[in-house]
Nanobody, 116 residues
Framework: QVQLVESGGGLVQPGGSLRLSCAAS????????MGWYRQAPDKERELVAY???????NYADSVKGRFTISRDTAKSTVYLQMNALKPEDTAVYYC??????????WGQGTQVTVSS
């Protein structure tokens, strides 16, 4: 089992920045990627960014050039730096860990609201 704990959400004005963190614990050796999903009201959950082990980061087209996913392997933590935020980025953001081919483990979610 893997436990994921997110932090860093909040309210920010358009054009602002936030950094989300996700600390993993438990059987982290079993996972092969970490990622961030988001779900806005009345919309399906979408994959925003992920980083495989080993491998390079991948992003949804809607966030390319604005969001950066990174990891600190020693701390078993993954980050999502979000810049140039837009109102349409408003959503609950979920950290997830992939086991084999399935996004199996989920954090509790953290609210990000972009509004003036």
């Amino acid at each position: 089992q893997v436990q994921l704990v997110e932090s860093g959400g909040g309210l920010v004005q358009p054009g602002g920045s936030l950094r989300l963190s996700c600390a993993a614990s438990g059987s982290t050796f079993s996972i092969n990627a970490m990622g961030w999903y988001r779900q806005a009201p009345d919309k399906e959950r979408e994959l925003v960014a992920y980083i495989p082990t080993p491998g390079s980061a991948n992003y949804a087209d809607s966030v390319k050039g604005r969001f950066t996913i990174s990891r600190d392997t020693a701390k078993s933590t993954v980050y999502l730096q979000m810049n140039a935020l837009k109102p349409e980025d408003t959503a609950v953001y979920y950290c997830s860990a992939r086991f084999r081919a399935t996004w199996t483990y989920w954090g509790q979610g953290t609210q990000v609201t972009v509004s003036s």
